[in-house]
């Protein structure tokens, strides 16, 4: 069974930047559109950023401009390039395929002051 590992979240101040990144336990990535998840306090869980496997990408407009996914299929990665944060952006960040697969722990990411 795939197992995603999420790592790169930390506290940063408004304005500042974090790359997340996600490995896989199995080349798996090649074979599937990819996705970013935040959950914050409170609220349900949402889909932040996609990318197909043909490397398309779609974000949700509150963080157009400043988030960028990325893939490479021959490092089994996915990547999120947070920019210009904002205390909203704070949450627990996950990677999952969109054709949903087992969640793996997240990455946890604060912007504070």
């Known amino acids: 069974q795939v197992q995603f590992v999420e790592s790169g979240g930390g506290l940063v101040q408004p304005g500042g930047s974090l790359r997340l990144s996600c490995a896989a336990s199995?080349?798996?990535?090649?074979?599937?559109?990819m996705g970013w998840y935040r959950q914050a306090p409170g609220k349900q869980r949402e889909l932040v950023a996609d990318i197909t496997i043909s490397g398309n990408t779609n974000y949700i407009d509150s963080v157009k401009g400043r988030f960028t996914i990325s893939r490479d299929n021959a490092k089994n990665t996915v990547s999120l390039q947070m920019n210009s944060l904002k205390p909203e952006d704070t949450a627990v960040y996950y990677c999952?395929?969109?054709?949903?697969?087992?969640w793996g722990r997240g990455t946890q990411v604060t912007v504070s002051s």
């Open positions: 199995k080349s798996i990535f090649r074979f599937y559109d």
């Open positions: 999952n395929a969109l054709s949903g697969l087992p």
